[in-house]
């Protein structure tokens, strides 16, 4: 079954610290993208990518890098992490093409910035 | 730009009862809606989606209708079982080819035996 994989699936990091979450996907998918979850707030885009080696800004990139050195890969960078930062992160892909535009998440990052 | 309200933050039932979850939602383009839910601890996934107007589509006892004239896709189910207690999510894209979805903020639903 095709799948998309987050390591890790915790995290604690400190105020300042570069912290770099990955994703893996099986589904053969050109596009990925990384969500950010807050308590009581739907997903908001931060970065996506519809191609290996290019990366865009979705509508919340401030404070964060995003690289997909291939098509399976997909990481995170966030240099100087802040408190603001703590949240859960799901990365998700779909196939090119899918103009119905369905994603395939990953169970998600918790991350804690203390 | 565009945007998805959802209204109720919470919603309890007991099983067996009937269940709306509001959403209704602004864009300029012709809109891909959708459901996720999202089991707790879990990835959300895919319930339902529709572009076209006035047509009820279902999965797994919930349904949807997509009404242009009121920009609404309410989400529905006659009789709520307790395995549908989690976070539902309406989402819309534009009918692009690029997989960027707004969310709206999601229902907890709760149903108690």
Same mark, same amino acid.
């Given at each position: ?47 996506? =990518? ?10 919340? *990139? ?6 997909? *050195? ?11 992490? =802040?408190? =603001? ?26 991350? =804690?910035?203390? | +730009?565009? #945007? ?17 979850? &509001? ?10 809606? $959708? ?10 996934? @895919?319930?339902?989606?529709? #572009?076209?107007? &006035? ?5 797994? +006892? $919930? ?6 004239? #009121?920009?609404? $896709?309410?989400?529905?189910? #006659?009789?709520?079982? @307790?395995?549908?207690?989690? @976070?539902? $999510? ?6 692009? &080819? ?7 903020? +999601? ?7």
């Amino acid at each position: 079954e095709a799948a998309v994989t987050q390591s890790p699936r915790s995290k604690v990091a400190v105020t300042g610290g570069k912290v770099t979450l990955s994703c893996h996907q099986t589904n053969n998918h050109d596009y990925m993208y990384w969500y950010r979850q807050d308590t009581g707030h739907g997903l908001r885009l931060i970065h996506y =990518s519809y191609v290996a080696d290019s990366t865009e800004k979705g509508d919340i *990139p401030d404070g964060y890098k995003a690289s997909r *050195p291939s098509q399976e890969n997909f990481s995170l960078i966030l240099e100087l992490a =802040s408190l =603001s930062q703590t949240a859960v992160y799901f990365c998700a892909s779909s196939r090119q093409g899918d103009s119905q535009n369905t994603l395939y998440f990953g169970a998600g990052t918790r991350l =804690s910035v203390l | +730009g565009d #945007s998805v309200t959802q209204t109720e933050g919470l919603v309890t039932l007991t099983k067996g009862l009937p269940v709306m979850l &509001n959403c209704t939602y602004q864009t300029t383009y012709s809109p891909f809606l $959708f459901w996720y839910v999202q089991h707790l601890n879990e990835a959300p996934k @895919l319930l339902l989606k529709s #572009s076209t107007d &006035n047509k009820r589509t279902e999965h797994q +006892g $919930f349904y949807a209708t997509l009404h242009k004239s #009121s920009s609404s $896709f309410h989400l529905q189910k #006659s009789s709520v079982q @307790l395995s549908d207690s989690a @976070l539902y $999510f309406c989402a819309l894209s534009p009918r692009t &080819n690029t997989g960027k979805l707004t969310f709206g903020d +999601g229902t907890v639903l709760t149903v108690k035996p």
